[in-house]
């Protein structure tokens, strides 16, 4: 199947990335939010973005033309009839997800493929859901989606071979590098990485080192452009604790547990960037 025309739910940072990414790579992408105003916020966020790296010749304006000629912003979730790729990017909630994709399956094409950008729900379970687990694939995008090339591609035992190799070459087709695996609680980045987010929490609650301490470690010992606790400021400690709680639940084991910190820090609603307070950010 030729996928010209994506349809993509949920205009917050990653499902308006992912619509960006879209259209950047040359497919029309129709972008909605049930929250009124949402998608046209997103939208001059998008061209604002575009707008910014023309002014620092990272993009020509023509390039941005086209960009911007083919996003769309979406009146109702009845324009997924006219996709053939139609992904949803909303909140980390199973209940929710799979009310969505259960409206997609009677709106969207009989042919079309359905996908979730969920970064640790059971991709199984979505399939299923809605209602054409045969073609249903999870696409994990990673933040900022237009600049980060990697998609991990979640492939469940009820996806077609047929709508798998499509999804690759929808990857593909955008300039994204997607990456195989099996539906597993955390996939590849999330089980190897946010344990790590979690150890450094707790490396701060037992009082073994300080923040800055703790993250000049890891940049200079292993090199990483951020320290973890910064890290888990940008990626959101609410998203942080979510993942720890899909692993814990999905693998048990001790090392899975969310630090006390971690839980403590979301309730005071200290998400890291998105809320100006948090590990590294608002303690002046």
């Given at each position: 199947?030729?996928?010209?025309?994506?349809?993509?739910?949920?205009?917050?940072?990653?499902?308006?990335?992912?619509?960006?990414?879209?259209?950047?790579?040359?497919?029309?992408?129709?972008?909605?939010?049930?929250?009124?105003?949402?998608?046209?916020?997103?939208?001059?966020?998008?061209?604002?973005?575009?707008?910014?790296?023309?002014?620092?010749?990272?993009?020509?304006?023509?390039?941005?033309?086209?960009?911007?000629?083919?996003?769309?912003?979406?009146?109702?979730?009845?324009?997924?009839?006219?996709?053939?790729?139609?992904?949803?990017?909303?909140?980390?909630?199973l209940d929710a997800k799979s009310a969505l994709l259960g409206e997609l399956d009677t709106i969207c094409p009989l042919d079309a493929i359905l996908a979730t950008n969920t970064s640790?729900?059971?991709?199984?379970?979505?399939?299923?859901?809605?209602?054409?687990?045969?073609?249903?694939?999870?696409?994990?995008?990673?933040?900022?989606?237009?600049?980060?090339?990697?998609?991990?591609?979640?492939?469940?035992?009820?996806?077609?071979?047929?709508?798998?190799?499509?999804?690759?070459?929808?990857?593909?087709?955008?300039?994204?590098?997607?990456?195989?695996?099996?539906?597993?609680?955390?996939?590849?980045?999330?089980?190897?990485?946010?344990?790590?987010?979690?150890?450094?929490?707790?490396?701060?609650?037992?009082?073994?080192?300080?923040?800055?301490?703790?993250?000049?470690?890891?940049?200079?010992?292993?090199?990483?452009?951020?320290?973890?606790?910064?890290?888990?400021?940008?990626?959101?400690?609410?998203?942080?604790?979510?993942?720890?709680?899909?692993?814990?639940?999905?693998?048990?084991?001790?090392?899975?547990?969310?630090?006390?910190?971690?839980?403590?820090?979301?309730?005071?609603?200290?998400?890291?960037?998105?809320?100006?307070?948090?590990?590294?950010?608002?303690?002046?």
């Amino acid at each position: 199947m030729d996928i010209e025309r994506v349809f993509v739910v949920g205009a917050g940072t990653m499902g308006r990335g992912i619509a960006q990414a879209f259209a950047q790579g040359g497919l029309r992408a129709v972008l909605y939010d049930a929250a009124p105003g949402v998608a046209e916020q997103a939208f001059a966020r998008i061209r604002s973005d575009l707008d910014r790296l023309v002014e620092r010749e990272k993009m020509t304006e023509e390039q941005v033309a086209g960009i911007v000629s083919r996003l769309q912003v979406a009146e109702s979730l009845d324009e997924a009839a006219s996709c053939q790729f139609a992904l949803e990017a909303i909140v980390e909630d199973l209940d929710a997800k799979s009310a969505l994709l259960g409206e997609l399956d009677t709106i969207c094409p009989l042919d079309a493929i359905l996908a979730t950008n969920t970064s640790g729900l059971s991709v199984t379970a979505l399939g299923r859901a809605s209602g054409r687990p045969e073609q249903f694939v999870g696409m994990h995008f990673f933040n900022p989606a237009p600049v980060m090339k990697l998609v991990e591609l979640v492939i469940t035992a009820d996806a077609r071979t047929d709508v798998v190799a499509t999804a690759v070459d929808l990857a593909r087709s955008i300039g994204k590098e997607p990456v195989r695996v099996k539906d597993s609680p955390g996939f590849i980045v999330n089980r190897l990485l946010i344990p790590m987010l979690n150890e450094a929490i707790l490396l701060l609650e037992e009082g073994v080192a300080s923040v800055e301490d703790i993250d000049t470690a890891m940049k200079l010992g292993c090199g990483f452009p951020m320290g973890p606790l910064e890290l888990s400021d940008l990626v959101g400690n609410d998203i942080t604790l979510a993942v720890m709680d899909g692993l814990h639940a999905g693998l048990s084991g001790e090392k899975y547990r969310p630090a006390d910190m971690l839980r403590s820090m979301v309730q005071q609603q200290r998400l890291g960037r998105k809320t100006g307070s948090g590990f590294t950010v608002g303690n002046e």
